[in-house]
């Protein structure tokens, strides 16, 4: 965003970010961005989700503690407890979340999803040219792919080629809004607004 208010986290969490990025073959800018969006670098981060307890946990019948812990955004990328277990977090307790290396892992194996979920879905049918042009100019050219540029510079992976999907800035949006579950149609402009501070 470069905008005045930015202040970089420590060298030592940025470090640890763009190293379990490129772990999870994710573009390090791209999760540095949904880190500072969601929690504006503090790991220790919660929020509680009344609604989504009720809708989606509760019915489990979990015990008291897990119940609630699973109705709980935690960490760095704010992942829902009850999201961290449906992909594979084993931890004892949800808390562990908290600990940078764990939630930026699981963050990264959620980000990851649902970027796959998204190409599938555009692959599956066209785009409304609203959806391209939603994002910010940077990410898509005439023809609606990424810019060239090395390996790093790719929004969505650093092993991934723009020409495997309909449009990389098409596919950035909408597994933006996936990960944000839909709440707010501004998401992904405001990650995507904050890529600049981590290139």
């Given at each position: 965003m470069n ?12 470090a640890?970010a763009r190293t379990i ?7 390090p800018a ?9 929690s504006?670098?503090d790991a ?5 989700e009344p609604a ?6 509760a ?5 008291p ?10 960490g760095?990328m ?5 999201v961290?277990r449906?992909?594979?977090?084993t ?10 290396a ?8 959620v980000?990851a999803?649902?970027?796959?979920a998204a ?7 066209p785009?409304?040219p609203?959806?391209i042009?939603?994002?910010p ?5 005439q ?9 790093s ?6 092993t991934s080629s723009a ?8 596919l950035?949006h909408?597994a933006?809004?996936l990960w944000?579950g839909?709440?707010?149609p501004d998401?992904?402009?405001?990650v995507l607004?904050?890529?600049s501070n981590y290139?």
């Amino acid at each position: 965003m470069n905008d005045s208010y930015y202040t970089p986290p420590p060298a030592g969490i940025l470090a640890l970010a763009r190293t379990i990025a490129t772990q999870r073959s994710l573009d390090p800018a791209l999760v540095c961005a949904v880190a500072e969006q969601e929690s504006s670098w503090d790991a220790h981060s919660i929020r509680y989700e009344p609604a989504f307890r009720t809708r989606y946990v509760a019915p489990l019948g979990l015990s008291p503690t897990e119940e609630i812990a699973r109705s709980i955004s935690w960490g760095l990328m704010q992942v829902m407890g009850q999201v961290a277990r449906e992909h594979g977090f084993t931890g004892k307790f949800l808390s562990a979340l908290a600990d940078p290396a764990a939630g930026l892992d699981i963050g990264c194996i959620v980000l990851a999803s649902k970027i796959a979920a998204a190409s599938r879905e555009l692959a599956a049918a066209p785009q409304p040219p609203s959806l391209i042009s939603s994002a910010p100019a940077q990410y898509s050219n005439q023809q609606g792919t990424a810019p060239s540029g090395p390996p790093s510079a790719s929004p969505v992976s650093s092993t991934s080629s723009a020409s495997s999907t309909p449009s990389t800035a098409a596919l950035l949006h909408r597994a933006l809004l996936l990960w944000n579950g839909g709440a707010n149609p501004d998401y992904p402009a405001q990650v995507l607004g904050r890529l600049s501070n981590y290139r």
